[in-house]
């Protein structure tokens, strides 16, 4: 059984805007990445898995129970961080984490201090939320998210703006929470973020469903075909454009090197290099990774 099912999930916003179309796939135990660029859908979509929105149409499951009518079983089991939390600033973290427990009706001041060590923030619990660097605000936002041992956590560009450092420990903290057979769903646009953590993900293009499965499985619609060139000038470059989806363009001081996924074979002579999951999330956001 899948933890986390969706079936034709569509959302249109009032000013027309289509955010989701007809979204559909499931999600096991593990860490599961929500890839897409800005404006994709995916906060409109973990809006809806948390019910904080209706969508228009479509199912959801959420470990056996149904959005709609089971509301509540549902709330019970996810705890959620929001890609923009509000935090009172002059809250101390214990007293955010246990106020924000509190709304989702655990009173146990201890189950508050076992998620500020989960996120190592136990030793800042009685510094206030306005004197936090931002890392340490992010990491205050996954404890309240964690706060009552939920199966299944909900986590809405957790990455975003965090140093290699707080990035490195904020792996080790799903890293730990996963082991449980617990879920985790994140989105991201940044796919190193997902390279080492997440076995599954999804790509959401203009809220379409693009891809869903196997992060392996995405690399080999490229596997084979990725390539480096190196030319001399840009109107090279502009043929090779033509011919091929290039996925960066590296510039040294002579010429430039480019990586292409050469998916018709038009380039038989360059050189061949084994293919990353950027690689493959580039081609299928269409090329070029500017952002
Ligand atoms: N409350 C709203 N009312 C109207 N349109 C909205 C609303 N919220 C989002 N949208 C639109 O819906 C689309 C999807 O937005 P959403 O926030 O789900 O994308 P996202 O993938 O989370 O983007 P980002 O990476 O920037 O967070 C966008 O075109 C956005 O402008
Ligand atoms: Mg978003």
Known sequence: MYNIELRNIS????????????????????????????????????????????????????????????????????????QELSMYPSLSVFDFVNYMAQIKGVYDKNQV???????????????????????????????????????ILVLDEPTSGLDPEERVRFRGILSRFAKDDKTIILSTHIIEDVYQVCEELAVLRKGRLFYAGASADLINHVEGKIKVIKIDNENQLF?????????????????????????????????????????????????????
């Open 11 to 82: 959302k249109c916003y009032k000013n027309g805007v289509v955010a989701l179309d007809n979204i559909s796939f499931n999600v096991k135990n593990g860490v599961f990445g929500l890839l897409g660029h800005n404006g994709a859908g995916k906060t409109t979509l973990l809006k809806a898995l948390v019910t904080v929105l209706k969508p228009d149409s479509g199912s959801i499951k959420v470990c056996g129970y149904d959005l709609k009518s089971q509301g509540d079983e549902v709330r019970k089991r996810i705890g959620y961080l929001p």
């Open 113 to 151: 201090n076992i998620a500020l060590q989960q996120v190592e923030m136990l030793e800042f619990s009685k510094r206030k939320i306005g004197q936090l660097s931002g890392g340490m605000k992010r990491r205050v936002g996954i404890a309240q998210a964690l706060v009552g041992n939920p199966e």
């Open 239 to 291: 043929d090779i454009q033509k011919q091929a989806v290039v996925i960066s363009t590296t510039y040294a001081s002579k010429g430039l090197t480019v990586r292409i996924v050469d998916k018709n074979m038009n380039f038989p002579g360059a050189e061949s290099v084994s293919a990353t999951l950027e690689d493959a999330y580039v081609y299928c956001m269409g090329g070029k990774n500017d952002a």
